[in-house]
């Protein structure tokens, strides 16, 4: 299910999502790529590849690994964790920050995309 969100959101048909390619960074100093939100599921680094770095279930790199540092609903730079200290952060190829991603409702420096909070609701479900 989450998948077919994402895939709507790198071809457009999903509202609210700004164009370009949105890429998420982790780890201390936000300087690990973990991967492109907004690219379409082909594409190597596009978190909606289940067969790349970035969208496999079991890479160190990937918000899709339920038991890694980014995936984690315990880790503390997890975007999945609610109560994550340091969760990754959304930008654009220019540089532009939309946010922490996070399913953090509360957190004031979340991503306010509401097409990436709905598709990042499912990931971590």
């Not at 071809?11 to 907004?38: A, N, Q, R, W």
């Not at 339920?66 to 994550?84: I, L, V």
């Not at 990754?88 to 532009?96: A, E, I, K, N």
């Amino acid at each position: 299910m989450w998948q077919a969100g994402l895939q709507g959101l790198a071809e457009g048909s999903t509202g609210g999502m700004p164009s370009g390619k949105l890429m998420i960074f982790g780890g201390s100093g936000h300087d690990i790529y973990l991967g492109c939100v907004s690219c379409a599921s082909y594409e190597s680094d596009s978190v909606a590849n289940t067969y790349g770095t970035h969208g496999s279930a079991y890479s160190a790199q990937s918000i899709m690994n339920k038991y890694g540092p980014y995936g984690s609903k315990y880790s503390a730079t997890s975007a999945c964790n609610p109560y994550a200290t340091d969760p990754p952060v959304v930008v654009d190829g220019s540089g532009r920050y939309y946010g922490r991603l996070t399913v953090n409702a509360y957190r004031g420096d979340r991503v306010k995309v509401p097409s990436i909070t709905a598709w990042l609701a499912a990931v971590c479900q």
